[in-house]
């Protein structure tokens, strides 16, 4: 009876033995597309079955798709690969066909749906279609409803789209290791009919993070929440894309967070509603205005705005820990101390030495210091008018008059028309605050021990 079970589960090892998986074993199965570089592709319109209004997936791309007597055919490699986390910084990752994440899959309501997913990681894997409504033995969760995906396997999950929306896929064997190296993807569902809430512009991405220590290239699998790279689809600004929008657009931005803690996104200058969960879309007489929302871990968030505010306008988690990159958050706070004497003494032993932190951070924004190899600055990027100080979980919404339905290019800084800017006061010098004129008493210090205890 399972002669040629066994058969294929010895073969897959052999072919891992070998080093890769037997052309032959994958003449059936579907082309594997495969994505060389971390660019944001332009939205592919589908030129087989339904049409739809594709998604940009921002620093990332779509899956093609085949149709076999009317199936949707899609094949995922899961695969060791290097991502690039923003230039400089190159992770060795594990994901889907080159790249992590793994490309977005976009089919419509109603179809039919055939995944190929074919094993070439060391260890077995499966794959969760996160949200989807499916038949149980297609959940893939590895031990309880099918048996894990062993190396050098292919494995197939067949069901029907049964509601449109944004949905996510990663594995269900080892999640801890498997997600901590970068095996995840979004899977659009969009609405049989097009004219189902539609939009100009549909970005998307997933939120993730990585403990990579400066100088290495591995993650560490088993850290809990100490991260140290906060990204966007695994890039870490300044290396992330600006979702580039025309003056007027309905826009749509759908974001999946898969890292172990909540992230707050908040936008600039306009305000949004959720219209879509990862249980579908909302009522409208559900939705409330917002400029930030938290999105929780396992959680899928599908945020719509009138992009009519025009300009290069911050888009970012709100937790400031999360808009840095790795390099200096163990640093002691050095706010007030007065360094130079120490600066002095120190240069005699690190010639090099550089006080910093004396009156805050920003300066090390401008700063360029010798890195480790393979790491990025904690505060980085530069816009027209100087550093941003920033990195992790931050890029620009830049919204222009004019632009092409399908231009996605970066339209460079934004011209704030004049007299548009905050500005240098040349004005009267303002008078001295009025103060209280007690006389100067010993202030009272309270010390705070770690006990709890207070004493004065
Ligand atoms: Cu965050």
Redesign the pocket.
Known sequence: MSTRRDFLFKAGFAALASGLVHKSALAALPEVAVMDHAGTQAPVAPTQGRPYNPVVTLNGWTLPFRMNQGVKEFHLVAEPVVREIAPGMNARLWGYNGQSPGPTIEAVEGDRVRLFVTNRLPEVTTIHWHGQRLPNGMDGVAGLTQPAIPPGQTYVYEFTLRRSGTFMYHPHADEMTQMAMGMMGMFIVHPKDPAFMPVDRDFCFL?NSYDIDPGSYTPRVNTMLDFNI?TFNSRAFPGIDPLVCRHGDRVRIRVGNLTM?N??IHLHGHEFEVTGTDGGWTRPESRWPEVTTDIAVGQMRAIEFDATEEGDWAFH???SH?TMNAMGHNVPTMIGVEQDGIAEKISSLIPDYMVMGDKGMHDMAAMEMPLPDNTLPMMTGFGQFGPIGMGG?FTTVKIRKGLAPGNYKDPGDYKQPKGSRAYVWKGRALPEPRRAKTAATAPTVTVRKPSGHSDH
């Open positions: 939120l906060w803690t992230h707050p988690c709100h937790k999360h979980m």
